[in-house]
């Protein structure tokens, strides 16, 4: 039975390839969202530090990072560091750590605008009643600053599920690899990539409902 130019029965046959390449696809999303967050938070507290030689090292790290494709940090990684320092990184490791570093660039702008977005006496009035920065920072402007960082997470969130797509080239097996290798066994193109790119759009509408949510939630919660 063929729906348009799937062919029904082919597409059973290498469903499960497909489904594995595409929790792989959510694995490395997740992976890269929560160390690219611990990156972004670090970067972005040197940026709106008041010592300038941290606020410097910052925005040089988002400058080169935002500045230079995925793809080349890719590349550098994988086959750069082998060549150069004998450091062998695998397929997965390298994936992870080259989309944890491109997304906390990225995240580190985010937390930084949301920090920045809180009215300074906020932060004069916890420093009169005598806390450190770090615990003002901690205890007063992250806790009013998550509110308005979660839209732009979220978009980072469904940015980075796309940017897996390019892990490929490190011959990481995520959903897209899968489906470059099935084209190469069977040479169905239309097929195979049109089904990958439906289950990215699945992917992406789920957790786009999912952001949605939450976001819904968190307004009740705090009373708007």
């Known amino acids: 039975m063929r729906i348009g130019p799937i062919d029904v029965e082919f597409l059973l046959a290498i469903a499960p390839l497909l489904f594995k390449g595409a929790l792989m696809t959510i694995e490395l999303t997740v992976l890269a969202i929560f ?9 972005a507290l040197m940026k709106v530090s008041r010592f300038k030689i941290l606020a410097v090292i910052g925005g040089f790290y988002t400058w080169v990072i935002r ?20 450091i062998q990184l695998s397929p997965k490791a390298a994936a992870v750590l080259g989309l ?18 809180i009215d300074k006496g906020q932060m004069e009035a916890a ?12 205890r ?5 600053a998550y509110r308005r960082l979660l839209p732009p997470m979220g978009n980072e969130f ?3 599920m796309k940017d897996t797509s390019l892990v490929s080239v490190i011959t990481m097996v995520e959903l897209m690899r899968t489906g470059i290798l099935l084209n190469t066994t069977y040479f169905r193109s ?6 990958v790119g439906i289950i990215y759009l699945i992917m992406t509408t789920f957790f786009i ?16």
């Open 100 to 117: 944890s570093i491109c997304g906390g660039a990225y995240i580190a702008e985010i937390i930084r605008a949301g920090i920045q977005s």
């Open 158 to 160: 469904i940015a980075l």
């Open 127 to 138: 420093l009169s009643l005598g806390m450190s920065t770090a615990q003002a920072m901690r």
């Open 209 to 224: 409902y999912i952001i949605s949510r939450l976001e819904k939630r968190l307004a009740i919660s705090d009373g708007d």
């Open 67 to 86: 500045g230079i494709p995925l793809l080349v940090q890719l590349f550098i990684l994988y086959y750069g560091l082998a060549q150069y320092f004998d």
């Open 190 to 195: 239309m097929e195979i990539y049109l089904t």
């Open 140 to 144: 007063v402007i992250l806790p009013q």
């Open 35 to 43: 160390f690219g967050t611990i990156i972004g938070l670090f970067v």
